[in-house]
């Protein structure tokens, strides 16, 4: 029974990162494993080396093969282009724009360009959260 508990502890750093089903099922046919070979004799130390070696190999092939979020940009969307209009402008300089309903702070492409409210802008760039911005055409 002792080799269980260990057993679990040891397992339950590899469940930590994974979907509760995958750990829990995971988890069952290891310990079924585990019976299996203790029923067979084995020393204890190798069932625990084997059950722990197949837990990290199950682990690493899930951690691999799981492509949720993986695969997607930092931002789910894209401003690059989008008009816009100057709602205010600070007394610091900070311009601030909204583009599509939010808004946003944003700096001038050209920095000797001047904005006033309600001026119709265009996104040029993005840096993290700010638009870089220039006067629509």
């Known amino acids: 029974m002792l080799i269980y508990i260990i057993l679990a502890i040891v397992l339950m750093a590899t469940f930590l ?25 084995v020393p204890v130390w190798l069932i625990i080396m084997v ?13 691999k093969n799981n492509k949720t ?12 282009g989008k008009e816009g209009k ?22 001038p492409e050209n920095k000797n360009e001047k904005f006033k409210p309600n001026d119709p802008v265009v996104v040029t760039g993005q ?7 220039k006067k629509k055409e």
């Open 17 to 41: 990162d994974f979907h509760l089903g995958y750990g829990f099922s995971l988890f069952g046919w290891l310990v079924v494993l585990g019976f299996v070979l203790f029923s067979f004799h």
């Open 51 to 63: 059950l722990a070696i197949l837990s990290v190999a199950i682990a690493v092939f899930i951690v």
């Open 69 to 80: 979020q993986t695969d997607k940009t930092k931002y789910t969307f894209e401003l690059v």
């Open 86 to 107: 100057v709602v205010k402008i600070s007394e610091d300089g900070t311009i601030l724009v909204e583009v599509d309903g939010d808004t946003w702070i944003s700096y």
């Open 127 to 133: 840096n993290g959260l700010k638009l870089k911005i």
